[in-house]
């Protein structure tokens, strides 16, 4: 087949790609936004290149007509979690949206392979439109942790190293290697709760000051600056305590404040 018709074949799954993207990235957004946990840490996405589908086609003695009919993976999208408790969510989530329909799912956590991948796979059904009209494609999502994910690249550019026969003595470490995954993630969920406490504060912290310093930025528009110079070195005061609730209590009266000064712009423009 022709490069140029295989670009015009792969352009729906580049699409699916893109928008899948940022759908999940979207996700881990309205999460954060609403100081809420994301089970989703992280999102990637590729389009498997030309040669790598006709090395698996040749390998799997996959007619080329029958490429797209019988490969789930030509667009793929990975999803990286923190915690191996975050991964069923995820799969929840994808279960439960409207836009995608799952049409297969493969539990290589549960069932590790025997090389010690682990990620947990789901195929769906999702639909593009193109110039060409609209069109029905898979896709496979990778759901696993940062862990398994560092474990599955290192592995991975040594399969493309070795031509996939990886060297006895490499491949011994490579399964020491797994096994240390899962007892990493393992370990890191036991403390999974303090962490996420932790993560939680940070993100408060990081909003509540963000809060602060628009109001602040607002009101240099429409108060007198003294004023604002004022309640700019009370905030300083306040950081510096490092003290959560006051904080909070902070940027609860500063809204009152830049509340007021809006009221009072607006009645000022009706007259
Ligand atoms: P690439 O380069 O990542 O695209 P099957 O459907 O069972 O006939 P298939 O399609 O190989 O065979 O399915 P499987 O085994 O679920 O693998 C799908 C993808 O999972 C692979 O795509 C890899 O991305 C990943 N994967 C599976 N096994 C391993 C492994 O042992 N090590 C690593 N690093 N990744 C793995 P591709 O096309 O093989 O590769």
């Not at 957004?29 to 040749?58: C, M, N, W």
């Not at 999208?77 to 409207?98: S, W």
């Not at 090389?115 to 999702?126: E, T």
Request: hydrophobic share 40%; with cysteine; net charge negative.
């Amino acid at each position: 087949m022709e490069i140029q018709l295989w670009r015009e074949i792969l352009t729906p799954y580049d699409l699916a790609v893109k928008e899948l993207i940022v759908k999940f990235e979207h996700l881990i957004y309205e999460h954060r936004s609403q100081g809420l946990y994301s089970p989703i840490e992280q999102v990637t996405g590729r389009v498997k290149t030309i040669a790598s589908i006709l090395d698996k086609a040749q390998k799997k003695k996959i007619p080329v007509n029958e490429i797209e009919e019988r490969f789930v993976d030509i667009a793929g999208v990975r999803i990286i979690c923190q915690f191996v408790e975050d991964i069923p969510k995820v799969v929840d989530i994808i279960r439960r949206r409207t836009d995608m329909e799952v049409v297969k799912e493969r539990d290589y956590i549960n069932h590790m392979k025997d090389s010690g991948y682990r990620s947990y796979h789901v195929i769906v059904n999702y639909e593009v439109q193109t110039l060409h009209g609209n069109k029905k494609i898979k896709v496979e999502i990778q759901i696993r942790t940062l862990a398994m994910n560092f474990w599955s690249t290192i592995e991975h550019s040594l399969q493309y190293k070795y031509k996939k026969n990886i060297p006895d003595h490499i491949r011994e470490k490579l399964t020491n290697a797994a096994n240390a995954i899962i007892s990493l993630d393992n370990e890191m969920s036991s403390v999974r709760s303090e962490i996420m406490d932790a993560q939680n504060s940070f993100q408060i912290h990081t909003k509540l000051v963000s809060d602060i310093l628009n109001n602040l930025q607002n009101l240099y528009g429409v108060a007198n600056e003294r004023e604002v110079l004022k309640i700019q070195d009370e905030f300083y005061r306040i950081y510096e305590l490092n003290d959560i609730d006051q904080l909070k209590r902070f940027c609860r009266e500063l809204d009152i404040i830049a509340e007021g000064y809006r009221v009072q712009s607006f009645t000022t423009e009706e007259m």
